[in-house]
């Protein structure tokens, strides 16, 4: 089977103040976060003390950091910060400004993202072309896909909401995990459930990412068990990202939401009987001819004929095949080679 991890290191490492019992909740949450976020382009950052807090000064006078912003800035200088969070403000500050003024890039405008509540601070230093996908439309696109998606369901949720909830928002970053209420029989017992699954850093702490996919169940450690038939859709925060939330993310959404569950029963059913090859060989050699390199289909068929004895799955069927390669990219570190592969394994599902 092929496990996905994702979920549970989320489920395991989020603070309470970082979980969200519903998407109101959260889009409540970072709702109020992006109505007081405003970007400024400055071709000038001077660092500025206020007292013992470490800050910047720009037009609208002086703004403290958060921790990311300041890592974000030192690295822009190419200065250590974790060594500048040693030292007293006092000496910290000249140390980042000297560092600044003598970057590669000095004299060329920066986006600042500050938010005003009371006081300035500044969440995020980027570059000019930082095309910014909000948190908030992040969770605007979910919430399109209906109120039949929810967070999956775990022994102590009476008891324990928040530990068991898959919705995740930090200062810079958001995460979530939905399901369907309604599961697919697909036949010979098995049963399948759709999934979704989304993450994005309006900061810039990491790219946009949506999962869609199906798999067996999520357990209580919110492992999701035997995940398959996953399509991908990455991309890094460039002056594109926010038309291609619109243009993309937003209709892959709906598509999964309105699939019928009579046609995945149907594509599972001619896929288990679309017979590929009569051998190994033969069917690796079909693989080739779509894409795969000898060693991805190697690796494709020996995954799908384990499955063979543990699911009693043809690894000659184009059924069996998608599960040996979706088997076989879970054990691929490098995400643009995983996903590659996981492209693929669709892409045959999809050729039935």
């Not at 990311?68 to 500048?84: M, T, V």
């Not at 200062?171 to 010979?188: A, W």
């Not at 009569?278 to 000898?294: A, H, I, L, Y």
């Not at 384990?306 to 054990?331: F, I, Y």
Request: with cysteine.
């Amino acid at each position: 089977m092929s496990n996905d991890m994702r979920l549970n290191h989320q489920w395991s490492t989020r603070p309470a103040d970082q979980r969200f019992l519903t998407l109101a909740d959260l889009e409540a949450s970072v709702s109020a976060r992006r109505s007081i976020s405003r970007e400024h382009t400055t071709t000038e950052v001077q660092i500025a003390l206020h007292g013992e807090d470490l800050g910047i000064t720009t037009g609208k006078g002086f703004a403290e950091m958060t921790h990311w912003s300041f890592g974000q800035l030192c690295r822009l200088g190419g200065a250590p910060s974790d060594y500048l969070r040693t030292l007293p403000p006092v000496l910290a500050a000249p140390a980042l400004q000297w560092s600044i003024e003598r970057r590669e890039e000095a004299g060329r405008a920066l986006k600042l993202l500050a938010v005003s509540n009371g006081h300035h601070e500044v969440r995020a230093i980027t570059s000019p072309t930082y095309g910014r996908i909000w948190d908030l439309d992040v969770v605007h696109a979910l919430q399109r896909l209906g109120d039949d998606w929810h967070v999956p369901a775990a022994s102590y949720s009476g008891r324990d909401p928040k530990r068991a909830t898959t919705l995740y928002a930090s200062d810079r970053d958001v995460f979530v995990f939905l399901c369907r209420q309604e599961p697919i029989e697909i036949g010979n017992g098995q049963v399948l459930n759709r999934g979704v699954m989304a993450w994005n850093s309006e900061t810039g702490a990491a790219s946009f990412g949506l999962d869609t996919f199906t798999y067996d169940r999520v357990c209580d450690n919110r492992i999701i068990w035997d995940l398959k038939d996953k399509v991908s859709l990455r991309f890094r925060h460039t002056s594109g990202a926010p038309a291609r939330m619109v243009s993309e993310v937003r209709p892959m959404l709906s598509a999964f939401a309105s699939a019928s569950s009579a046609a995945i029963v149907d594509t599972v059913k001619v896929a288990r009987q679309t017979i590929v090859g009569n051998d190994r060989e033969s069917v690796q050699e079909w693989m080739r001819k779509r894409g795969f390199t000898r060693a991805q289909a190697s690796q494709a068929y020996q995954y799908a004929e384990r499955d063979s004895l543990n699911q009693g799955l043809n690894p000659r069927s184009v059924w069996g095949l998608v599960q040996g390669v979706t088997d076989a990219a879970h054990e691929i570190d490098h995400t643009d080679t995983r996903t590659d592969l996981e492209r693929k394994a669709g892409a045959m599902l999809a050729s039935v």
